[in-house]
């Protein structure tokens, strides 16, 4: 296929810098979306012409890439191959880990960290349309703006968040914390959870959490904690494109709705890469080859 846009994604610095292993050399990237120009022996479910999307193929930093026609998924009418690279992965991380991980009830309280980033972002729509308080944790002034515009009702910066959270839950706490910064977070984000809450490890752009005192969970009030993956949420095309057609779904009912923050091209991957270290971003970027 080949790309017409591809998604920056921090599994792709994790990748990079080898907190996640991989064999050498390899292209970086894991998601886009683009234009089937060839199609091999017995692939019946695409056609030349077809756009398409994927979000679990290392490779995609590259104007075309070969993808097993098992891990494509079909981009309907009205939604471009932009918004498609825009959404598809954090969109169905933050889908997972709205509906399954810790599946969002109207009436509860939960907090999402990096709430102006890409997952972020999505996940605070998710949990507001699932009739969620949603209290996000960001770093600034205009990162707040843009949490509040996604749906966040209390937005916090990130000293002593899990304190505030009590104040404002008056004491009871919240019942899902999605952390997706780990190593500097992970302590206030046990303390703002409620009796029996559940910690979303879902990212860690500070560094991994250190070894966990299980007794935290058993003091904090019957905790748990999760560190889930994509791949055992669509552990095969079919569960893969089912999901993916609920995204697209929610994207087209305005639920889910991406914020590209800046387009670059190809060749400025790494500056793409020192942008979300620094988390100077918002929403998400994308590489346009």
Same mark, same amino acid.
């Given at each position: 296929?080949?790309?017409?846009?591809?998604?920056?994604?921090?599994? =792709?610095?994790?990748?990079?810098?080898?907190?996640?292993?991989?064999?050498?050399?390899?292209?970086?990237?894991?998601?886009?979306?683009?234009?089937?120009?060839?199609?091999?022996?017995?692939?019946?479910?695409?056609?030349?012409? =077809?756009?398409?999307?994927?979000?679990?193929?290392?490779?995609?930093?590259?104007?075309?890439?070969?993808?097993?026609?098992?891990?494509?998924?079909?981009?309907?009418?009205?939604?471009?191959?932009?918004?498609?690279?825009?959404?598809?992965?954090?969109?169905?991380?933050?889908?997972?880990?709205?509906?399954?991980?810790?599946?969002?009830?109207?009436?509860?309280?939960?907090?999402?960290?990096?709430?102006?980033?890409?997952?972020?972002?999505?996940?605070?729509?998710?949990?507001?349309?699932?009739?969620?308080?949603?209290?996000?944790?960001?770093?600034?002034?205009?990162?707040?703006?843009?949490?509040?515009?996604?749906?966040?009702?209390?937005?916090?910066?990130?000293?002593?968040?899990?304190?505030?959270?009590?104040?404002?839950?008056?004491?009871?706490?919240?019942?899902?914390?999605?952390?997706?910064?780990?190593?500097?977070?992970?302590?206030?984000?046990?303390?703002?959870?409620?009796?029996?809450?559940?910690?979303?490890?879902?990212?860690?752009?500070?560094?991994?959490?250190?070894?966990?005192?299980?007794?935290?969970?058993?003091?904090?009030?019957?905790?748990?904690?999760?560190?889930p993956t994509l791949g055992d949420h669509v552990p095969d095309s079919e569960a893969l494109r089912a999901r993916a057609a609920e995204v697209f779904a929610?994207?087209?009912?305005?639920?889910?709705?991406?914020?590209?923050?800046?387009?670059?091209?190809?060749?400025?991957?790494?500056?793409?890469?020192?942008?979300?270290?620094?988390?100077?971003?918002?929403?998400?970027?994308?590489?346009?080859?």
């Amino acid at each position: 296929m080949r790309n017409e846009a591809v998604g920056v994604n921090y599994i =792709d610095v994790y990748y990079r810098d080898g907190s996640l292993p991989g064999d050498l050399p390899f292209v970086p990237g894991q998601e886009a979306a683009g234009t089937v120009v060839a199609t091999g022996e017995g692939v019946t479910d695409f056609a030349v012409g =077809d756009t398409v999307a994927y979000a679990s193929h290392r490779g995609a930093y590259a104007p075309t890439v070969a993808v097993p026609a098992g891990k494509l998924v079909p981009v309907p009418g009205g939604v471009t191959a932009r918004d498609a690279a825009a959404v598809l992965l954090q969109g169905l991380a933050a889908h997972y880990l709205t509906h399954d991980t810790h599946p969002v009830g109207a009436g509860e309280t939960v907090v999402v960290l990096a709430a102006a980033g890409g997952l972020g972002r999505l996940l605070v729509q998710l949990a507001a349309h699932r009739g969620a308080t949603v209290i996000a944790v960001v770093s600034s002034a205009e990162k707040e703006k843009v949490a509040l515009e996604a749906g966040a009702r209390h937005v916090l910066r990130y000293a002593g968040f899990g304190d505030r959270v009590r104040e404002l839950t008056e004491g009871a706490g919240a019942q899902a914390v999605y952390d997706s910064v780990g190593a500097d977070t992970w302590r206030d984000s046990l303390r703002a959870l409620g009796r029996r809450g559940v910690l979303v490890m879902c990212g860690a752009s500070s560094g991994p959490v250190p070894a966990l005192d299980t007794g935290l969970l058993r003091t904090g009030g019957s905790l748990y904690v999760t560190r889930p993956t994509l791949g055992d949420h669509v552990p095969d095309s079919e569960a893969l494109r089912a999901r993916a057609a609920e995204v697209f779904a929610l994207l087209a009912a305005g639920a889910m709705r991406p914020l590209v923050s800046q387009e670059l091209p190809l060749d400025e991957a790494a500056r793409a890469h020192r942008m979300l270290e620094d988390r100077s971003t918002t929403g998400k970027l994308l590489l346009i080859p």
